[in-house]
């Protein structure tokens, strides 16, 4: 048995993981889907003042509850920005970092960083009727999307060593979307013996495009 915690993206909620998170219970371990403060089941808490910081520690604050010593720590999308945050405090206790389509900051970058102009002016657009929380992008039409708060997007990433306690750590590349911001990332990993990379069909939310792909993926996160 394993336990997992798994990290949603910008927009979204914990309800995206409802399918693998079900199939990895059935398979005997344990899960906790997070839902990130002022997302998911917890949107009518949005505020402008929500911070990539208060990300973090929520995660943190829910491995906490759960009683979880060592686990398997998956995120998407804009959730690896957050499972890195939290590697730089529990690093030590995690057996495997899945960055699922996600992004990859260094120390001290922030969201905002990693994307460029067109993400940028919906940044700040995605603003004009919630000031302080961005809409969802076009094109992602699912109506469980919510408003993201924009602090979350512009507060940098800080590294503490702890991070390089982590022993495994796996890359998921979705093929099927263009253009996409984590072609770098997966450039970046794609080579780099530390990592272990995979490509999965589909477009950005792999939870959807290729469940069956990220279900084996996830769970050999915990094998070895």
Known sequence: MADYVLVHGAWCGAWCFEQLAGELRAAGHRVVAVDLPGLGADAAHLH????????????????????FDRFVLVGHSYGGMVITGLAARLGSRIDTLVYVDAFLPGDGQSLWDLTGDWEHAHYIDGQKHTPGAIAPLPGFADPRLTPHPLLTLVEAVRLTGEEAQ???????????????PFARFAQAVRQDPAWEYHEVGGRHFVMAD???DLRTIVLGAAAG
């Open 48 to 67: 402008p003042g929500i911070t990539l910081s208060d990300h973090i520690a929520h995660v943190e604050a829910e491995v906490a509850r759960a009683g």
């Open 210 to 212: 290729a469940p069956d």
């Open 166 to 180: 982590v022993p495994r750590r796996i890359y998921i590349f979705a093929t099927g979307w263009q253009p996409t």
